[in-house]
């Protein structure tokens, strides 16, 4: 295994705690307990003041007082002794730390100024910690359960790091019911050290881990997210919900674990570009990630769907159908095959539908080995499969009519090759899933969940794990994102940003912000100031008829509404009136600039704005006027590599005007794409700017030219 | 109570069964035990031909040996033995029947056959029947259980009726375990006499319903459909699910029901107009169904939110704001109240936070309580109130540290006084829905259900329940939808198309098809055809330049591409130009237009088309070359009343296109409203018309005017 800085914390031979005593009904002794009933086999080292014996534990007096140097130090104490703790723990040379106490940054500005006194406390001594205020850690391959609930479940493959510390700990009975297990599971509470990123990166090394699910609140360092899920993604899932991003969300995560949250479609852009599959709702995070980690990798979108019932079966194709699965009616030769096991009213197309049977074994192994041999589906999902649960509802019934039998007779006289045939879907190594109504009170649910076959509660669920394995596929096979160095600075366009900074400007003029982007390689209209009405003209037939004639300067704003903006102008005239109408309203000062028009039906928007925590992010959207209505924009954190770029130009609903579309060829991807890029540089490279707002880009026949730019610098 | 056709088949007070033997495996059997052991108090007739007794009753060799008229029969029996057996019954006076029979019309054509026969025999006899291929009813006011799984629970308040006998039966364990409990429940199968929408009319009529949930893969009759739920949803709420909108969908359900589907967006557009919550998966349909049944009425869209725990508090938070409730920060004042009852560290905000805490009362009733007196607040959501779900978890971890005590001891130690908790809703009659990860295994999940209150197994979830009362709450208050009388039908345009028709037309041209608007007062660009250049000419002048010259003829495919439409023409000499070319491109033969240029930045599609068993459907959308590209359209089917109309215009995204945008004032929304309810009038009077398609509306001013129009007729 690669060294990765967590490994330790994740498995240390020996953890002190400080706050667990003899009253198990308090959070500390509850922690502690979880530690010594769970299976932990390493050493245990209470401290505590007064009492000699914890749990049965010899205790001692203080941190100074322990036997050895404990790899890991616990600490679920008043807010007020962490530091002097962590200090101790320095001082006898430990080097990770788990902060359960609470009462940081979450709290305020005083709050804020005691977590940065802990981690210089930590750092002093060299000492990574996860939290505070979080609830700790689970290690199920070493049963090393630190949180508030038990945990005695088997190890599992789902790796799990949270915002919330519920999510690894309350949740515990919730995902043993449904036969969900974690391989790792880490709550970072207010990562003053450790971070979620930390996390990431760390259970992406795991080998026990074969997919990551994320809950966040909010990133602080969203680069370095996006950095380390794209070295994850291309083989390994992560799958992740985000919930900061409307006000209310924001609000709350900001009390809870003072998180910096940040606006929806800027988190769902950096899951884009990162490959993280996004949902939401903690059980799909939860139940999909089972499904990722659990099963083969989809190698294609057709699914086959076999059940006992018509509704589900209908509900699960419709829902495959809505999320990009494809569920192909099946060949007559296999349709014939299958019709040799099913009752004469049953439908043999996909779904399959056997109708209300009782014979489970048709429905689990039998048709759905069939299908899979025929090779007509790259996946299934199988409904209604049931036995124990089923007869238990229906024995208080038959019992008479059966001569009084006893339940478990019942069951044994019924009981099926359950095991056997939930065994199918490992045996053919096929990616199978399953619909049930019954939970694990049914033999089959629990035959499948303890063979790590996923079960949905009910179809459309099934359906909708399915498909996030398809957006797997898709991640797996854009391959790796690379990125080129960035190119030189300009140094033309620092000049022209310090001196408009110089001269008070909190904008450059339209003329300069073209010149800029120009300067990046970004296909602008060509223009030129004009200084007389007779060089307007002659700059007009220069560029060739019609043009444009404008105010340029960075002051004056609405420049169509005030009449400073002459569009199409056909005539030499026409140009002459238009350079003097806009000196006599704007004033003599006022520059002009005369440009050649673009014609082109499709129009865009692209731009650029700096997010806390982010940096620079890029958007693309559809322009003129429906940017505003529509609203169809995309965002992407900057450096974007080529493929980012391109990915994100298809990624607004109004994608098809980028593609053939009434007699217009299609657009040149890789010019939008050199756009964006572009966009991102200017950025990164000139601090200086604060904002770019490019409205509209034209399609001119194929290739992308930005017509209207606005650049905001500071 | 009114009387309603179903309800005397849904109360019958004796059954004849025929199917039913002394085998409890066999599906007829297990039906017959159902209807014994559940608690139906009725008479209970068995017809079979060889036994003497059926389940301990006696058995009547055929169905003329009945000692009396049953009020209801039963058939669950093979195809062929349907028609001969319902006919004895009809014979014997039997009014009503059930039949669970399948291998009709779900089969293919000689199904189709066999199921009109069927339906000729009961006409014959005046029978009444649900099915075939269903599996029965449910009246959990009379204990009366006919399908297959026994029915345990105690009668509810939520009405279902189903095109899958699935949901009304191999659900049954499903509900009760998540506490929701049906009035009544009935299976239409192939609809053949009854169908969906008599049992939405029965269950609207019916008192013991308060809500009514519809699982649907296709509806026959759409216009009934929506006139019988306008009728409901105004006060009692309805909720469907619909799956036939795909293909995979599609070609499920013709195979399980034979139901005829239609496009998504169809039915999409049909429950909006009808007031019907669509979801999107049968839980939704369930839970938020509970929920709708059991919840007072939301007074307005304010959440407030309690929990124990941050991260479910911030994704209800997030949650709520997505789907349109707001999640407001409480007042100083509530604040100080609450804060004297939580932690130090906990938030008071909303959602109020109270971390890991394990007083049950405050989290459950005494905030709660508090909140809902303030008023800040329209509805609750609370998560995290547990009591014996968490104490059997850390039960085995706590055991010995209380002196090996019994788990019951434990679970005595702290128990709440848990009714009472979850009694507080009721108590307030404000609506309160709970989130908990724990099932019926906790006490506190278990009482709240026992008390008909919502239980959500994950945070979102509570939040999505919630956000459906909010759109009763619109529905409610959108209030009785009114239609005026269609208008007398245009003799004028009556002659246009019956003229088109004659001379072999498979469209209108474009004058003659605006002349068809203008005369049901649609708004059209003023025009004529031009009969030379001269007349062209002095047309233009008339109507003011610039106007569009255009080639009129319904023959003519592509007329912009080949040059045959003359736009912004400023000039005479343009107008004859165009005329010209036009004469000789398209042929001395062709008719020319002259019309009006209208001028507008917004564009609009609307139109007309038919569905086979919806009728006309008028479409609205965004218009001009976007139409295509963002498939931004909305349907809704005629007639339509002028609130229809209107909800129809903002049910697009670009919705904001019609307000106040960029200097322009909003469009007149009742003059929009007029065209599409006009749209529908001319469907509805004129048969002929197959199809509408106009694009693009401009918005002139606030006013629409209809610029291009195709009309097919057939």
New interface residues.
Partial sequence: MKYNPLHQLMNPESIAIVGAG?N??K?G??QA??I??DGYGGKFLPVHRKDKTV??HTAYASVLDLPETPDLAMLVVP?DQVIPLLEEFGKIGTKHAVIIS??FR??GPEGELLEERLKETAGKFGIRFLGPNC?GLLNSQLSLNMT???H?APPGILGMA??????VT?????LK?RGIHFSKAISVGNEADIDIVDVLEYLGEDEETRAIAL?I?GISDGRRFIETAQKITPYKPVIA?Y???????A???A???GSMAGPDYLYDGAFKQAGIIRV????ELYSHGWALATLPPLKGGRVG?VTN???????I??????YGL??P?FSEELQQQIKTHIP??A?S???V?L??F?NSRVLSSLIPELIIESGEVDCLIIH?AMSS??MK??Y???R???GNIALDDLLATFKQDISTAASMPGKNDFPVVISS???REDSFTAAYQDQNIPVF?????AARGMASLLRHKEIRERGKITHLPLPVKSTEAEKIISQALQKGQKALDEYSAKKIMALYRIPVTSEKIANSADEAVETALLLGLPVAVKACSPQIMHKT?RGLVHLNLKQTDEVRQAFNSIKETAGEGTPVIVSEMVKG??EFTAGMTRFPGFGPAVLFGLGG??T???K?VTFRIAPLGLTEAQEMAFDI??K??LCE???MPAADISAIGEILQALGTIALLHPQVAEIDINPIIIRGNMPVVVDALVVIE
């Fill in positions: 003899n198990p009904m959070m002794t509850m307990l979880s010594l009933k749990l049965g807010t609470a009462g979450e709290t609830i508030v609930f038990s005695t949270s915002q919330s510390g519920t999510y309350q949740t515990f009975p919730y019911s809950y609140e919900q919930v900061g991003g409307s006000t209310a969300g609000r709350a995560g009390s809870h674990t939401h709702s903690v059980e769907v019932s018509g509704g589900p079966g209908t509900a194709a419709h829902t495959c159908d809505v494809e569920v009616a004469a009213v439908s197309a996909n779904p539908d109708t209300f009782l209604g649960g089923m509802e229906v208080p019934h038959v008479e009519a059966l109504f019954f939970g509660d009910s179809p459309e669920k509404e039906d499709r006027v429906f505003e209505a529509l169809d609903r109004a098809k005007l579309f009434r007699g």
